[in-house]
């Protein structure tokens, strides 16, 4: 059977479709330079960030103290247990005056969990983070970003998928990753309550720096989702285009006009039935004219002339 007439299957279109994915993501695009500085960038912010909060807790609970009740408790067993290890802690600028509106203390979570702002929940740092990792086990780092771009409802396989990040990041039982990542972070504090209860006090510049430690953290999360969410809004496309393509020809020139080189011996040859609605050409456009970051409006207006076309020949 000829390249013309081999005809489409769903085994085949997962194949080009995981092709065409991983040629995304290895693109060298802004968004990608974005998210790669950004991850470096919160490295550092996390080592600054954690000498900082070190020495605002060492102020408070010097080591010496800490040595001591630790003495005290294999001396005297629990009565003294007062001392534990903590990764977020509530610090006082103690060098400014506020008004009822204002606020002179927040909170500073070093945990992989720590509660962020917006669209964005306590996962999706980790998630961040740990990207290849999670990809490296065959796990989908970009499932809660793909469902919101395609319908953004809770369903059985969206629930599924994260509920293994959860498993594999730690976050069910706060083991693996989780645990190293919170001992890691951690400090010795003087009374075992929540960090609320225990404003620590410290100088206006420490306060600062750590607000610049948390936006930091929101930064390379926005950086992840801006990039993953471009891929994902192409493969949207991509993925019904490969739905309606016909035969296998259809695919490889969609690939070739993206940049993908990939042959007819690369995929399986088993047939399929689809309807062909869309053209190669016209969706490689709009893809490009997205990448580039140009107004895609009238090659939008194009493609979907060129869809209606299509369907009322058929």
Known sequence: MTQSKLRLNTDIRKKIGSLILSHFENEKTT?????????????????????IAS??????????DVATLQSFKKKYGNAVDVVAKDSCFHFANTEIETTESETNNEHFDFKLDANMSGRF????????????ELKSAGLNPEITIQNKTQDNRSN???????????KFLGYQNEDGIYAQWKDKYGLDVIGTSYCRSRTIPCTAKEFEQMRAFKNARQ????????????????????????????????????????GLDISENELQRTAGVSLTIYQPENLASLIKSRRAKQDNKSVIEQFKKARQSAVATH
Not at 121 to 132: L, N
Not at 156 to 166: G, M
Request: proline content about 2%; some cysteine; aromatic content about 14%.
């Open 219 to 258: 930064v390379f999360v926005q950086s992840h989702y801006s990039w993953a969410e471009a891929i994902q809004k192409d493969m949207r496309d991509i993925t019904l285009a490969l739905k309606d393509y016909k035969y296998v020809k259809d695919a490889i020139d969609l690939c070739g006009a993206l």
């Open 156 to 166: 059985p396989h969206w629930t599924q998928e994260t509920d293994k990040i959860k």
């Open 55 to 64: 020495n605002v807790v060492g102020r408070a609970y010097p080591k010496d």
């Open 31 to 51: 968004e990608l330079e974005n998210y790669t500085t950004a991850k470096e960038d919160i490295t550092t912010a996390y080592n600054t960030a954690f000498k």
């Open 121 to 132: 929940d306590s996962m999706d740092f980790g998630i961040a983070y740990f990207r290849d």
